[in-house]
């Protein structure tokens, strides 16, 4: 584990680290969230009766912002805001978790499993290691492949080797169907016996099903998982994002109350001679505490790093003409120059995510559980694995894409991160196997 390695900002090792399996944790939720608007329908009656769990010194009722002035972010506005998302820091995190396993690790240490949970967006950090590590990349068989033995996919495994390898997406080495399992039984039995270090990557829907039928814990050691992001850590991330282009500074607040959704960018609140009169402003006019947005979003998007981030991209929310702040809103007078912008959220409980259909089936049930439980599936494939004709099951999928709950790239449907909590609390409900994350 020696090659060279891009090192970590000081920041790195609090925001981002790979844990095993036994020691992860999700975010806890705020005190007072039992129900989630959109799930049970039910959140109307009881927001009466909740009071403080939004951190709200305004009204929903009366807010803070006139509706009628929100809209959408533009588009190169967002992605200054909320860019994509770069893994790079995470990278160097799944290098040190994985250099203490093989040097510390048990005999089997030798096979180590890397957990993706779903809609992370992280799957590609595996690869990236692999490609930094000079390690064998170990491609997977194509569908049909799996149903005739994959003869030629489990070939570089029975090579006599010492080179190190990677299986980046274990998910695509199996179908949930009788005759779907007799290559991934294959390459687990070679895996077992061989003497060079793997590292292989799976799909958290895929290990909770493979570890049910196949005992993988029984075989191998814990496998790694990237730590959730709670409320401190998101509110980080985002903050960060938000600095990263240097292009823009923005103020994130809230539409009932103008309070802050994030801290204040420093380049806002850095000690500065020539604006001491706008500093102290600044600081008599912003609260010192910020809103529980990121609590209560963190905890709806179970940590997941991708998943937080689309929701807050959803979320995000800009005022044309420019927002006429009150006479007493000194913050609001004070981003007056081109380059400074606030960006609106309404409080979590009056947001509005992707939600199921309120009429479902056994369509729409085993369509989502299987795009879960394979990560990513074309349509052929899918009307392979379901009792229903290719006609009605491209109905549903284009019925669940028009509510955002599922999206088609390059050919293969999966799960989109926005939609994904929605989909996983009612999969949950029906009393599907879920993955543990």
């Known amino acids: 584990m020696s090659d060279a390695q891009p090192q970590p900002d000081r920041n790195t090792v609090e925001l981002w680290k790979y844990v095993s399996l036994d020691q992860y944790v999700r975010p806890k ?33 009366h807010p803070y912002v006139d509706q009628a002035l929100l809209h959408s972010v533009p588009q190169q506005l967002l992605d200054d805001a909320a860019p994509e998302p770069n893994w790079n820091d995470l990278t160097v995190a799944l290098d040190e978790a994985l250099e203490e396993r093989f040097l510390n690790g048990s005999p089997a240490s030798h096979v180590q499993f890397v957990v993706l949970p779903s809609c992370s967006g992280t799957d590609g950090v595996l690869l990236h290691w692999s490609l930094i590590k000079k390690w064998q990349i170990i491609t997977p068989p194509d569908p049909a492949e799996i149903f005739h033995g994959g003869q030629e996919s489990l070939a570089p495994l029975r090579i006599s080797s010492s080179e190190n390898f990677v299986i980046p997406h274990l998910e695509r080495w199996y179908m949930r169907h009788h005759d779907g399992l007799t290559v991934i039984r294959k390459l687990i039995a070679l895996l077992a016996a061989r003497a060079p270090r793997c590292v292989i990557g799976v799909n958290s829907w895929s290990w909770a099903y493979l570890n049910k039928v196949l005992n993988l814990g029984t075989y191998f050691q814990t496998p790694l998982i990237l730590q959730a992001l709670d409320q401190q850590r998101l509110t980080t991330w985002l903050k960060g994002l938000a600095g990263r282009t240097g292009r823009k500074i923005f103020v994130f607040r809230q539409t009932d109350n103008g309070n802050l959704v994030l801290p204040l960018p420093s380049s806002l609140i850095q000690p500065d001679t020539n604006e001491s009169a706008q500093q102290q402003m600044l600081e008599d ?19 997941i790093p991708l998943v937080a981030w689309a929701i807050w991209r959803y979320c995000l929310r800009s005022t044309q003409p420019a927002f006429t702040a009150d006479e007493d809103d000194k913050l609001a007078k004070a981003l007056r120059s081109d380059d400074e912008h606030t960006v609106w959220l309404k409080p979590w409980s009056a947001t509005e995510l992707p939600a199921m259909p309120g009429k479902t089936n056994n369509i729409h049930i085993f369509t989502l559980h299987n795009l879960l439980l394979h990560g990513q599936l ?37 799960v989109a991160p ?20």
């Open 29 to 61: 939720s705020p005190a007072g969230e039992a129900v989630r608007k959109g799930f049970l329908g039910l959140w109307d009656k009881l927001q009466k009766g909740l009071t403080g769990n939004d951190g709200n010194d305004g009204s929903v009722d």
């Open 285 to 303: 006019s912003v609260s010192a505490k910020t809103t529980k947005f990121t609590w209560h979003l963190a905890s709806y998007a179970r940590g």
């Open 378 to 414: 074309e349509i052929e494939w899918l009307a392979h694995l379901l009792p229903f004709s290719t006609a009605d099951l491209l109905t549903t999928l284009k019925q669940l894409a028009s509510l955002q709950l599922i999206e088609l790239e390059k050919g293969m449907w999966r």
């Open 418 to 437: 926005l939609g994904y909590p929605s989909i996983r609390n009612f999969l949950q409900r029906e009393g599907y196997l879920l993955d543990s994350f």
